[in-house]
C-alpha cells in the first residue's frame, strides 16, 4: 500500500475513526490497533517479510533489555554487537549479497580468472529494511550509551518499530522520540489534525505534480543519453533533482502529517535544501533523519571532528561512502557517496560546516543576497552534477552521461516523450520554488496564511494542479522504497 494510492485513502480515514472514536480512552489498545494495522499496511506488499520485521523487533526488544541489566562492559559491548551483527547481517543478505558476489566475479574476470558457477539469487528486497533496521540498532546503541532505558512493554516497543506511516521511508526515529510518545497516552488535537492534513496535501502535490509530472522526462533522457546533446542531459539530471527531492520529501511530509492526525510527532526529515549555501548545510537539510542517523552513531563514535584534522577527514569518508553504500548495491551509488565527501572536504577544512547551522538564505531580507544567489547556484550544481550517478544504471553510464556533456556541448530544443508543453513545467517549476523560498523558515506550516480565503484559494489551486499533471500511465511508487 502507497500514500498516494485509492486504497490508502480508504485504509487511513478508517484507522482514524477506530483510533480517536472507539479507542480514544484507550492509549495500549491503541497501540495494538495501530501495531495490527501497521502489519496489515506493510504485509499488503508481502506478507513474508513481516517475520524480518517482527524478527528484527524481537532480537533489539530483548538485546536492549540485556544491555541494560549487565553491568561489565565487555559484555554489554558483546549484546551491542548482536543488535549491530543481526540487523547488519539481515540488510547485508537482502540487500548486497549479489553485489559482492558479481563484484568478486568481476574482481576475478580482471586478472584473467572466469567463474562459471556463480552464487547470486534471486533475492527481492524487502521494503523498507534499511530504514527499520537502522531504527531498531539506534535503540540498541542509545541504551548502550546510557542515554536510554529500555522498554518492557513488547507491544509498544513493536508499534514503534512498524508505526506504518514512516515504516517504510522514515524518517529514522530515535526511541527518545517516537517511543516515549507511543508509551504515553496521546490527546487528541484538532490543530494538530488540521496541520497534518495540510502536510499530506502538500506532500501529494509534490508527489503528483512535481516529481510524477518529470519522471517521464527523466526517464527518457536517462535512457536515451547517448542521443542527446549536453542542454538536454543539463535538463535531465536537474530535473531528477526535482523529481527526487518532490518524491522523498513529499513521502516525508506525508508521513509527518499522517502521524500528526494519530497525536504523534515525528522528526522534520527536508528542511528545503535546494536553498542551502553549501554542502554542508545540504546535509543538515536534506534526509535529516539519515544525516543525524550516522552523526550519532558512526561520526561522533569515530572521534568525530574532535580528533586531528586528517582522522576528521577519514571520519566524513567513512560516513559518506556508508551513506552512499546505504542507498544500493550499486557502484554508482559509493561514487556518489565518495563525491559528495569531497565536496565536503573544503567546506569543513575552511571552517564554514557549521555557520549556517541556524539560518535560513535571505535571514533578514525578502530576497536573498547576490552572494547568497551565487552560492545557492553553485550548491545546487554540485547536488545536482551528483546524481548523475545517483540515477544512472551503472559506472559505465554515468561516465558515459558526463562524457556526452563534455563532448556534446551544444543546445537544442527537448520535446516532452508524451508531447506535453515544456514551458507548463518550467513554470510550475519556477512557482514551485519562488513559493518554496516563501515558506523557507518553517518546513511544517506549508499553508501558513492569515486569510481564510487565501488558504481555501491555496488548496484549490494545488488540488487543480494535482489534476492537470496527474499522470496515469507513471509509476506512482516512491523513489526511496527501493532503498
Same mark, same amino acid.
Request: charged share 15%; glycine share 6%; hydrophobic share 50%.
Given at each position: 500500500?502507497?500514500?498516494?494510492?485509492?486504497?490508502?485513502?480508504?485504509?487511513?480515514?478508517?484507522?482514524?475513526?477506530?483510533?480517536?472514536?472507539?479507542?480514544?480512552?484507550?492509549?495500549?489498545?491503541?497501540?495494538?490497533?495501530?501495531?495490527?494495522?501497521?502489519?496489515?499496511?506493510?504485509?499488503?506488499?508481502?506478507?513474508?517479510?513481516?517475520?524480518?520485521?517482527?524478527?528484527?523487533?524481537?532480537?533489539?526488544?530483548?538485546?536492549?533489555?540485556?544491555?541494560?541489566?549487565?553491568?561489565?562492559?565487555?559484555?554489554?559491548?558483546?549484546?551491542?554487537?548482536?543488535?549491530?551483527?543481526?540487523?547488519?547481517?539481515?540488510?547485508?543478505?537482502?540487500?548486497?549479497?549479489?553485489?559482492?558476489?558479481?563484484?568478486?566475479?568481476?574482481?576475478?574476470?580482471?586478472?584473467?580468472?572466469?567463474?562459471?558457477?556463480?552464487?547470486?539469487?534471486?533475492?527481492?528486497?524487502?521494503?523498507?529494511?534499511?530504514?527499520?533496521?537502522?531504527?531498531?540498532?539506534?535503540?540498541?546503541?542509545?541504551?548502550?550509551?546510557?542515554?536510554?532505558?529500555?522498554?518492557?512493554?513488547?507491544?509498544?516497543?513493536?508499534?514503534?518499530?512498524?508505526?506504518?506511516? /514512516?515504516?517504510?521511508?522514515?524518517?529514522?526515529?530515535?526511541?527518545?522520540?517516537?517511543?516515549?510518545?507511543?508509551?504515553?497516552?496521546?490527546?487528541?488535537?484538532?490543530?494538530?489534525?488540521?496541520?497534518?492534513?495540510?502536510?499530506?496535501?502538500?506532500?501529494?502535490?509534490?508527489?503528483?505534480?512535481?516529481?510524477?509530472?518529470?519522471?517521464?522526462?527523466?526517464?527518457?533522457?536517462?535512457?536515451?543519453?547517448?542521443?542527446?546533446?549536453?542542454?538536454?542531459?543539463?535538463?535531465?539530471?536537474?530535473?531528477?533533482?526535482?523529481?527526487?527531492?518532490?518524491?522523498?520529501?513529499?513521502?516525508?511530509?506525508?508521513?509527518?502529517?499522517?502521524?500528526?492526525?494519530?497525536?504523534?510527532?515525528?522528526?522534520?526529515?527536508?528542511?528545503?535544501?535546494?536553498?542551502?549555501?553549501?554542502?554542508?548545510?545540504?546535509?543538515?537539510?536534506?534526509?535529516?533523519?539519515?544525516?543525524?542517523?550516522?552523526?550519532?552513531?558512526?561520526?561522533?563514535?569515530?572521534?568525530?571532528?574532535?580528533?586531528?584534522?586528517?582522522?576528521?577527514?577519514?571520519?566524513?569518508?567513512?560516513?559518506?561512502?556508508?551513506?552512499?553504500?546505504?542507498?544500493?548495491?550499486?557502484?554508482?551509488?559509493?561514487?556518489?557517496?565518495?563525491?559528495?565527501?569531497?565536496?565536503?572536504?573544503?567546506?569543513?577544512?575552511?571552517?564554514?560546516?557549521?555557520?549556517?547551522?541556524?539560518?535560513?538564505?535571505?535571514?533578514?531580507?525578502?530576497?536573498?543576497?547576490?552572494?547568497?544567489?551565487?552560492?545557492?547556484?553553485?550548491?545546487?550544481?554540485?547536488?545536482?552534477?551528483?546524481?548523475?550517478?545517483?540515477?544512472?544504471?551503472?559506472?559505465?553510464?554515468?561516465?558515459?552521461?558526463?562524457? /556526452?556533456?563534455?563532448?556534446?556541448?551544444?543546445?537544442?530544443?527537448?520535446?516532452?516523450?508524451?508531447?506535453?508543453?515544456?514551458?507548463?513545467?518550467?513554470?510550475?517549476?519556477?512557482?514551485?520554488?519562488?513559493?518554496?523560498?516563501?515558506?523557507?523558515?518553517?518546513?511544517?506550516?506549508?499553508?501558513?496564511?492569515?486569510?481564510?480565503?487565501?488558504?481555501?484559494?491555496?488548496?484549490?489551486?494545488?488540488?487543480?494542479?494535482?489534476?492537470?499533471?496527474?499522470?496515469?500511465?507513471?509509476?506512482?511508487?516512491?523513489?526511496?522504497?527501493?532503498?
Amino acid at each position: 500500500m502507497v500514500f498516494n494510492s485509492l486504497d490508502y485513502f480508504i485504509f487511513l480515514p478508517t484507522v482514524f475513526f477506530v483510533y480517536w472514536v472507539i479507542l480514544k480512552k484507550h492509549w495500549k489498545a491503541q497501540n495494538i490497533f495501530i501495531l495490527i494495522c501497521s502489519y496489515i499496511f506493510y504485509g499488503l506488499w508481502d506478507w513474508r517479510f513481516l517475520s524480518l520485521i517482527l524478527l528484527s523487533t524481537l532480537v533489539d526488544y530483548f538485546v536492549g533489555i540485556q544491555i541494560h541489566s549487565t553491568q561489565e562492559k565487555s559484555k554489554r559491548k558483546g549484546w551491542l554487537w548482536v543488535s549491530v551483527l543481526f540487523n547488519v547481517g539481515l540488510l547485508g543478505f537482502f540487500k548486497y549479497f549479489n553485489f559482492f558476489v558479481d563484484s568478486w566475479i568481476d574482481f576475478a574476470s580482471f586478472f584473467g580468472y572466469t567463474i562459471k558457477s556463480t552464487w547470486t539469487l534471486k533475492v527481492i528486497l524487502p521494503v523498507g529494511i534499511s530504514f527499520y533496521t537502522f531504527q531498531t540498532m539506534s535503540y540498541s546503541f542509545d541504551i548502550y550509551y546510557k542515554r536510554l532505558k529500555p522498554t518492557k512493554d513488547f507491544l509498544s516497543f513493536a508499534t514503534f518499530v512498524s508505526f506504518f506511516p /514512516q515504516l517504510v521511508a522514515g524518517p529514522i526515529e530515535r526511541a527518545s522520540n517516537l517511543l516515549s510518545q507511543i508509551l504515553n497516552k496521546r490527546n487528541f488535537d484538532y490543530a494538530q489534525v488540521v496541520s497534518g492534513l495540510k502536510l499530506i496535501l502538500w506532500g501529494l502535490f509534490k508527489k503528483v505534480a512535481i516529481a510524477d509530472a518529470v519522471a517521464p522526462i527523466v526517464d527518457d533522457i536517462f535512457a536515451n543519453y547517448t542521443t542527446y546533446p549536453a542542454s538536454t542531459l543539463i535538463l535531465g539530471v536537474t530535473l531528477f533533482s526535482f523529481q527526487v527531492y518532490g518524491d522523498f520529501s513529499g513521502y516525508s511530509d506525508i508521513a509527518i502529517g499522517t502521524a500528526k492526525l494519530f497525536g504523534v510527532e515525528l522528526m522534520s526529515n527536508f528542511k528545503f535544501p535546494n536553498f542551502s549555501r553549501n554542502v554542508a548545510e545540504y546535509w543538515q537539510r536534506w534526509h535529516v533523519s539519515l544525516s543525524t542517523w550516522f552523526r550519532h552513531y558512526v561520526y561522533i563514535p569515530l572521534g568525530g571532528s574532535r580528533v586531528s584534522k586528517l582522522k576528521s577527514i577519514r571520519n566524513i569518508c567513512i560516513v559518506f561512502l556508508v551513506s552512499g553504500f546505504w542507498h544500493g548495491a550499486n557502484w554508482t551509488f559509493i561514487f556518489w557517496g565518495a563525491f559528495h565527501a569531497l565536496a565536503f572536504i573544503p567546506v569543513f577544512l575552511m571552517g564554514r560546516n557549521t555557520i549556517y547551522k541556524n539560518s535560513v538564505v535571505g535571514e533578514n531580507s525578502i530576497f536573498p543576497s547576490f552572494v547568497e544567489i551565487g552560492q545557492l547556484i553553485l550548491t545546487f550544481g554540485i547536488v545536482t552534477f551528483s546524481r548523475i550517478f545517483f540515477r544512472s544504471e551503472s559506472i559505465t553510464a554515468a561516465f558515459g552521461f558526463i562524457n /556526452q556533456i563534455v563532448s556534446n556541448f551544444s543546445y537544442e530544443i527537448y520535446y516532452h516523450p508524451m508531447g506535453y508543453r515544456m514551458i507548463d513545467y518550467y513554470i510550475l517549476l519556477a512557482l514551485f520554488v519562488l513559493y518554496e523560498y516563501k515558506i523557507r523558515k518553517d518546513e511544517r506550516a506549508p499553508f501558513k496564511f492569515k486569510s481564510g480565503v487565501v488558504r481555501f484559494v491555496a488548496y484549490t489551486v494545488v488540488i487543480l494542479l494535482m489534476m492537470l499533471f496527474y499522470d496515469d500511465g507513471v509509476d506512482r511508487s516512491f523513489i526511496y522504497f527501493q532503498f
